[in-house]
Nanobody, 115 residues
Framework: QVQLVESGGGLVQPGGSLRLSCAASGCIFRINIMGWYRRAPGKQRELAAIISNAGTTNYADSVKGRFTISRDNAKNTVSLQMNSLKPEDTAVYYC?????????WGQGTQVTVSS
């Protein structure tokens, strides 16, 4: 059984930084994609950033230049460094893992950007 455990959310002022981390455990294929999605209040869940096991990344236009995704394949972890945070980044952030046609989600961690 695959489990994803997130950490690092919280309250930050506009312009501040936060770092989200996610650890995956269980039987995980080496070839996979890990990433972060987010759901803002009243909106649908959307992609924030993803990274393949080979290191290929993809970012939402709204976070490019501000967020950086990274991973440690040996530890099955993925992190999201979020800088220059804006109020519109406020959302629940979900860790995501995909392999062999299967999708796995973390429980979500709240990020609130407010003065």
């Amino acid at each position: 059984q695959v489990q994803l455990v997130e950490s690092g959310g919280g309250l930050v002022q506009p312009g501040g930084s936060l770092r989200l981390s996610c650890a995956a455990s269980g039987c995980i294929f080496r070839i996979n994609i890990m990433g972060w999605y987010r759901r803002a209040p009243g909106k649908q869940r959307e992609l924030a950033a993803i990274i393949s096991n080979a290191g290929t990344t993809n970012y939402a236009d709204s976070v490019k230049g501000r967020f950086t995704i990274s991973r440690d394949n040996a530890k099955n972890t993925v992190s999201l460094q979020m800088n220059s945070l804006k109020p519109e980044d406020t959302a629940v952030y979900y860790c995501h893992l995909q392999f062999a046609g299967q999708n796995y989600w973390g429980q979500g961690t709240q990020v609130t950007v407010s003065s």
